[in-house]
């Protein structure tokens, strides 16, 4: 069984800056694609960040140039820096990835974090 665990949520100002974390633990023979999503109250959750297990990154039009992500693969954790946050940056965000379980052909599974709430105040 794997576990992706978020941490690093809170209550912010506008202007501010939070960073998340995403640790992935469990039998883990590698991680690939890594990403981050939110969900604001009365919307479907979102894609705000990906990161594949080279370095190559993906971002939501909303967020380019304030959010950064980024991972540890030694750690098996992902990270989100988020900076000059804004009110509609308010959501739950969690983490998403594709865990190769064996190392062999059909091992990999999508996992999900429980999430962590991220709200800004204008």
């Known amino acids: 069984q794997v576990h992706l665990v978020e941490s690093g949520g809170g209550l912010v100002q506008a202007g501010g800056s939070l960073r998340l974390s995403c640790a992935a633990s469990g039998i883990i023979f590698s991680i690939n694609a890594m990403g981050w999503y939110r969900q604001a109250p009365g919307k479907q959750r979102e894609l705000v960040a990906t990161?594949?297990?080279?370095?190559?990154?993906n971002y939501a039009d909303s967020v380019k140039g304030r959010f950064t992500i980024s991972r540890d693969n030694a750690k098996n954790t992902m990270y989100l820096q988020m900076n000059s946050l804004k009110p509609e940056d308010t959501a739950v965000y969690y983490c998403?990835?594709?865990?190769?379980?064996?190392?062999?052909?059909?091992?990999?599974?999508?996992?999900w974090g429980e999430g962590t709430q991220v709200t800004v105040s204008s």
């Open positions: 998403n990835a594709d865990v190769d379980l064996k190392g062999l052909l059909g091992s990999i599974r999508t996992y």
């Open positions: 990161i594949t297990k080279t370095g190559s990154t």
